[in-house]
Each structure stands twice: as C-alpha cells, then as structure tokens.
Nanobody
Framework: QVQLVESGGGLVQAGGSLRLSCAASGRISRFNAMGWYRQAPGKQRDLVAAIRSGGSTSYADSVKGRFTISRDNAKNTVYLQMNSLKPEDTAVYYC?????????????WGQGTQVTVSS
C-alpha cells in the first residue's frame, strides 16, 4: 500500500515562500510521475506541478517562474518550493503519485496540507 504524507503548509504573507514535502512509503522511482495538485474551496482540484520518472517537469501557467518541483530519490521525497506567493495560491495542496498500467493510470494521494497566503 502506498502512503504519501505531505508537510510544510501553513500561513504566509503575500510575497513569502514555503516548501512543501511529500514523503512516500517505499521507492519513489517506481512511480511514472509525481505531482502536486491544489484545491481551493468550491473549485476543482488542479495540477500545479509534475515531475516524471525521467526528470522532466511541467507547471501550471499560474505558477511558472515561482514554483519549483524536485525530488530526492534517496529520501523518497518530492518537494514543491513556492516563492512569491499570492493570495490566489491559497488552497489545500495534495501530493500525487501515478503508475501507468496496461488498463489505466493508478493514482495515489496524500491527505493534503493547507497553504494560506494573506494579503
């Protein structure tokens, strides 16, 4: 069973920074991709950033140049460095791990961590 545990959320003023961590049970190298999603109240859960097994990354347009996703295979941890935070970044942030199978992708989720950016 895959477990993903997020940490690092909190309250920060606009312009500040936070670093989220996602610790996985077992080797993260087994996942085809890992990513961070966020969900604000009343809105759908959206992809913020992703990192694939080959190391390539992708970002939502709204966070490009401000957020950086990275991973440490030795620690089985994925990070999201968030700089120049804005009030609109306020949301619950979820860690995701994905494995592609012959039938369909299999997704695993963490419990989420709250990020609140005050103006």
């Amino acid at each position: 069973q895959v477990q993903l545990v997020e940490s690092g959320g909190g309250l920060v003023q606009a312009g500040g920074s936070l670093r989220l961590s996602c610790a996985a049970s077992g080797r993260i190298s087994r996942f085809n991709a890992m990513g961070w999603y966020r969900q604000a109240p009343g809105k759908q859960r959206d992809l913020v950033a992703a990192i694939r097994s080959g190391g390539s990354t992708s970002y939502a347009d709204s966070v490009k140049g401000r957020f950086t996703i990275s991973r440490d295979n030795a620690k089985n941890t994925v990070y999201l460095q968030m700089n120049s935070l804005k009030p609109e970044d306020t949301a619950v942030y979820y860690c995701n791990a994905r494995i592609y199978t012959l039938e369909r992708p299999v997704d695993y989720w963490g419990q989420g961590t709250q990020v609140t950016v005050s103006s």
